[in-house]
């Protein structure tokens, strides 16, 4: 199992360097001059302009800028905001937490409702229930996050005002309160998830439950929960937890449209407004972050399936 | 000559009815009637998007990188030593009560007698030089910072009331209007020595306090200047998405006041739960021409200004709320010339006669550049409307989407082969600033597209001689609209709702640029 784990690690670095250097390159592939930009668009004059290119490295060649830059990346610095003029690092790590409960609350809602919806259905196979459960979750996938939380903030915030659509408090402010604030954001998100995690289990668990060795525990008198629980569900979760792993990724991005929706001050309206004012270090540093997070996330699934499946980590 | 009793008490009664109409007719309720429906605790909640206020979160406006971005924030907090009138046409006072071009080069301002900030210490002329002396030092640092004060040459306080800023160049009369901007705030000495443990300024609010990107908390100063015409008790800015979420925040009751595109606005107006307004201000959807190719032949510019339908084109964009125009300055505008208002009303058949005359023949392809964010729904479908219109001529239009600023630059002010760009011309109090930067010599605009103009410039040199005189921009317009060197088509209006069950008082939408609503008289309604 080590010896499996530091191969993927190993291989984690060629892998870092080219997504880095992708990021990196954001500078040369944004078309225009971002100095231009920076220094005050059209109204700019050429020696601030100049002023500003100097001031970013960006007279320097492409791949001594991308040196500076991955050189102080490992060292945990990512520069500091051309406006606010903070640290870049400093505030990922200030975000992330907010970030991380958005799309944390999300995976749960899609694991909890995903699995359930896609074990209920695969039991049900061919019934009105299962019906049921493919059109929902034909709808659940073909809905877009941002759409859905117009509506969720159309019904639950303007006719019932049960919640508020804006803002955000800390968990360790207001328990109740961060919840109230996160679970149109939740929903709007783990909606979509949860539908493709049902639909993953529901397949698995079809194909499981026609298995000789789980009408074999039938057989035996097992008792339907424990054969289902017991036997059928841990074989099935296997395509399940590649699923959430992916997702979980995903919706770390999706959070950028959720959180500026719900104006929740995470990553994604922080890597927003940088679009916005072409505040370079920042974008490079919040798109390397979740780059990162994406590629730990499936080296942790790849390791969470070789411990469910040895023969994973035998191949 | 002796009156009965009756008939006394008669008149007496008609005079006393008279006096209570006086002010209903003069202009609505009087402002007792108005404070006595006000809960003097109220606070009314403002919903605007942060993501474009880049903020530093000093609120030192001397430091601001994002310049004219947080003003919405910093005018309720300091003020200015101008300010602009509802319309954003006009200078009108601010804190200071007065002022005047002493020279092409020097402008005086009177402050009005009394000023504090808001911890109480007084605000003098002292107390203005520090603090521009502080901006002007602080403004090298950094090519985004604020250069109203480059050329400033000295600051003269001859008494505690009197502020004479000198510049080296003749920048009097543009002075006057970036004193209604963030050069025009003032700062507590605190703030530039570095002890302030919060903004300080004299402004019709205090800072309370700032939860990141979430909300900006203010509460009424009572030792403004004009505190008694403030009747709310506090003020938030919240963090609002632009769009259908801001305005959904508006009817969840999250915020009581948000602006809005005018198509929402168009379905607010006449609910009564909510109020609307909707004010023209000096920014203007354009199509800026690069006066090269076709483009150069005057003839073919009128075709193409004579075959767009303006009204149907503010219909289609900003729902027939905006002022469809041919010139730079709104009717409210001492510089709109009437006189060549009527030119190019809609005519296919008068469009197709000018491009025959012109010679420029019918295929020929034209390539215009707009921004093609994709929230940007307004520049899209204007886009869509100029090409549609200009291809019943015959003519072959391609539209070059741009997404940002770099991306415009890229494609239409350094690519040669553009013939123009459908966009909106961010407008200025400042008459000058209106046109100056497309078409004097020197300026980007100019320099890139062959676009000087010597009639223009020479023009408004002279008026800037002797701005009483408003001649000389009069026929500079004429020249502008008549050759067909831009094609404007309708003012951008900036649009607010409210709540009216909460809010009562005369609100109006914030002028263009700054977004900063004046709140003078009003009011969060009692027990709501």
Do not use: C
Request: proline letters at 6%; hydrophobic letters at 45%; zero cysteines.
């Amino acid at each position: 199992m080590l010896t499996f784990i530091v191969r993927r690690l190993l291989a984690l670095i060629p892998l870092m360097l080219i997504v880095s250097f992708l990021v990196f390159s954001l500078v040369v592939f944004l078309p225009g001059d971002p100095a231009e930009s920076i220094a005050g668009g059209t109204d700019a004059a050429p020696e601030q302009i100049e002023k500003v290119r100097n001031e970013l490295g960006l007279d320097d060649p492409l791949l001594v800028q991308y040196g500076r830059w991955l050189g102080d990346a490992v060292q945990g610095d990512l520069g500091t905001s051309l406006y606010t003029k903070r640290s870049v690092a400093d505030e990922i790590v200030s975000r992330f937490p907010v970030t991380f409960s958005v799309a944390i609350g999300a995976i749960f809602i899609s694991l909890v409702l995903g699995m359930s919806v896609g074990i209920v259905a695969a039991l049900r196979q061919g019934h009105f229930t299962d019906r049921a459960v493919i059109f929902g979750t034909s709808l659940g996938l073909a809905m877009p996050s941002f759409w859905l939380a117009l509506m969720l903030i159309i019904i639950f915030s303007v006719n019932l005002q049960w919640l508020d659509s804006i803002g955000y408090v800390p968990f360790t402010e207001n328990p109740v309160e961060w919840a109230s604030h996160l679970i149109m954001p939740w929903l709007a998100l783990g909606i979509g998830a949860a539908a493709s995690v049902a639909r993953q289990v529901r397949g698995a668990l079809i194909d499981v439950l026609d298995q000789d060795y789980v009408r074999t525990a039938r057989s035996k008198g097992l008792a339907g929960y424990k054969v289902v629980g017991k036997h059928a569900l841990k074989n099935a979760a296997m395509p399940a937890i590649t699923v959430l792993g992916i997702q979980f990724a995903y919706l770390l991005g999706g959070t950028v449209i959720i959180e500026s929706i719900f104006t929740i001050p995470g990553l994604g309206t922080y890597v927003l407004g940088a679009i916005s004012g072409r505040d370079l270090p920042v974008i490079q540093g919040t798109v390397l972050m979740m780059a990162v997070i994406f590629v730990v996330i499936n080296l942790v699934v790849d390791i969470l399936y070789a411990v469910v499946n040895p023969k994973v980590r035998l191949s | 000559m002796s009156l009965s009793p009756f008939r006394r008490v008669t008149r007496v009664l008609a005079l006393a009815l008279a006096l209570m109409l006086v002010p209903v007719v003069a202009g609505g309720a009087p402002a007792g009637a108005q404070s006595s429906k006000a809960d003097p605790n109220g606070v009314a909640r403002y919903g605007i998007n942060f993501v474009n206020f880049l903020f530093q979160d000093n609120f030192n406006p001397a430091l601001s990188t994002s310049v004219d971005a947080e003003f919405t924030f910093f005018d309720y907090i300091y003020d200015t030593l101008l300010n602009q009138n509802k319309e954003g046409t006009a200078v009108v006072p601010g804190l200071a009560e007065s002022y005047k071009i002493v020279d092409p080069s020097t402008l005086e301002l009177k402050l009005r007698q009394g000023l504090k900030f808001n911890n109480g210490d007084p605000l003098t002329s002292a107390e203005v030089k520090a603090s521009v002396l502080y901006a002007q030092a602080n403004s090298p640092g950094d090519a985004r910072r604020m250069k109203t004060w480059v050329n400033l040459l000295e600051v003269q306080t001859p008494d505690p009331l009197t502020v004479r800023f000198v510049m080296s160049k003749p920048e009097a009369f543009s002075l006057q209007f970036q004193l209604t901007l963030l050069p025009g705030m003032v700062v507590h000495k605190s703030m530039i020595d570095g002890t302030a443990t919060k903004p300080v300024g004299a402004g019709p609010f205090q800072f309370e306090s700032y939860t990141r990107e979430q909300i900006f908390k203010m509460k009424k100063n009572p030792n403004f200047y004009n505190a008694k015409k403030i009747l709310l008790g506090g003020l938030d800015i919240v963090n609002v998405p632009l769009g259908p979420e801001g305005v959904a925040a508006l009817r969840s009751g999250a915020i009581d006041m948000v602006t809005t595109d005018a198509v929402t606005l168009k379905q607010l107006t006449g609910q009564k739960q909510f109020g609307t307004s909707s004010m023209p201000g000096n920014t203007y959807y354009n199509v800026y021409l690069r006066l090269t190719g076709p483009m150069a032949n005057v003839k073919f510019r009128q075709a193409l200004s004579t075959m767009l339908d303006r009204e149907a084109m503010d219909e289609a964009v900003q729902a027939g709320f905006g002022e469809t125009t041919v010139q730079p300055y709104p009717k409210a505008s001492p510089y709109y010339n009437k006189s060549v208002a009527g030119l190019y009303k809609y005519s296919e058949s008068k469009a197709k006669k000018l491009l025959e005359e012109s010679g420029v023949p019918s295929g020929t392809q034209l390539s215009i550049v707009y921004p093609g964010q994709a929230a940007n729904v307004e520049q899209l479908r204007q886009a869509e409307i100029i090409k549609s219109q200009w291809e019943k001529l015959g003519l072959k239009v391609n539209l070059i989407p741009a997404p940002d600023t770099p991306a415009i630059i890229s494609q239409y002010y350094n690519n040669p082969s553009s013939n123009g760009f459908s966009a909106t011309t961010v407008g200025s109090i400042n008459p000058i600033t209106q046109v100056s930067g497309r078409f004097f010599a020197g300026q980007f605009v100019a320099t890139n597209q062959s676009s000087v103009l010597p009639n223009v410039e020479a023009l408004y040199l002279k008026f800037q001689e002797n701005p009483k005189d408003v001649a000389p921009v009069l026929e500079a317009v004429k020249y502008m609209v008549e050759n067909a060197v831009e094609i404007p088509i309708a003012f951008r209006n900036r649009n607010l709702a409210w709540d009216a069950d909460r809010l009562g008082g005369p609100i109006v939408a914030p002028t263009e640029v700054t977004d900063n609503i004046e709140l003078e008289g009003v009011y969060v309604k009692k027990g709501k």
